[in-house]
């Protein structure tokens, strides 16, 4: 079998701070797309873009290196961004290429920030997202694909 490098994520950020979004559908808030229950969801209201903002408040900064969404979600474009002031913002991963309900984990530069924002676009639906999660990911190197953890 050929070598395989899995990743995990851990420690999510979007529950370390005040989480807000610029819209959230009725009976949906964003607060559901971090509480690790699938079958809720947060949704946006119409299509386009819209943001997902952590605030860590004032001193403290939060540290990340990847991005996941869980499976059902229906987001097609997404980027993660930084600030320290809330005014400038730098960006620290883009993906344009996301297949719509399929789970994703993608790594990026480490990095620490009092501000985050993840702007995510469905040009045709509102946006769903039954759980997403925004931290640091942790290497288990060595593994073989097909390796199934114990019981």
Known sequence: ??????????????????????????????????????????????????????????????????????????V???????????????QAYQDTSLTEVNAMLRTFTQVSARYWEIDVRNTTEAIKIPVIALGVSLMLPGLKAGTKPPN
């Open 76 to 90: 097609a474009h997404i980027v993660v961004k930084r600030s320290d002031d809330d005014i400038v913002w730098y």
């Open 1 to 74: 079998m050929a070598a395989h490098t899995p990743y995990i994520l851990f420690n999510n950020i979007l529950t370390q701070g005040t989480l807000t979004a610029t819209s959230e559908a009725s009976g949906h808030p964003v607060s559901q797309a971090v509480n690790w229950l699938s079958w809720n969801y947060y949704e946006g209201i119409g299509t386009g873009t819209h943001t997902i903002k952590i605030d860590a408040g004032s001193g403290n900064q939060l540290t990340a290196d990847a991005i996941g969404v869980g499976f059902g979600h229906n």
